[in-house]
Nanobody, 121 residues
Framework: QVQLVESGGGSVQAGGSLKLSCVAS????????MGWYRQAPGKERELVSM???????TYADSVKGRFTISHDNAKNTLYLQMDSLKTEDTAVYYC???????????????WGQGTQVIVSS
């Protein structure tokens, strides 16, 4: 059974930093990607950042230069370092991992429960 457990959320002033962690159990980070999504009040869930085992990373334009995604294979933990936080970063952040369906194929995401990030001015 796959479990994704996020931590590190909280309340911070604009300009501050937070580091989110996602511990994955029952999941092997291999050909399929892992990443972070967020959902702000009144907004649709959006992709924040994604990482592959090839080292390829992607970021939403709104967070480029401020957020950094990484993965520690030894700990099977996904991270999101968030710097220079803005009030518009306020959202519930979700850890996600693509389902490995068959050899060479990836399906819909496994999801964590989410962790709240509140950025105040």
């Amino acid at each position: 059974q796959v479990q994704l457990v996020e931590s590190g959320g909280g309340s911070v002033q604009a300009g501050g930093s937070l580091k989110l962690s996602c511990v994955a159990s029952g999941y092997v980070f291999s050909r399929c990607k892992m990443g972070w999504y967020r959902q702000a009040p009144g907004k649709e869930r959006e992709l924040v950042s994604m990482i592959s085992t090839f080292g390829t990373t992607t970021y939403a334009d709104s967070v480029k230069g401020r957020f950094t995604i990484s993965h520690d294979n030894a700990k099977n933990t996904l991270y999101l370092q968030m710097d220079s936080l803005k009030t518009e970063d306020t959202a519930v952040y979700y850890c996600a991992a693509e389902r490995p369906l068959l050899v060479g194929l990836c399906g819909n995401n496994y999801w964590g429960q989410g962790t709240q990030v509140i950025v105040s001015s």
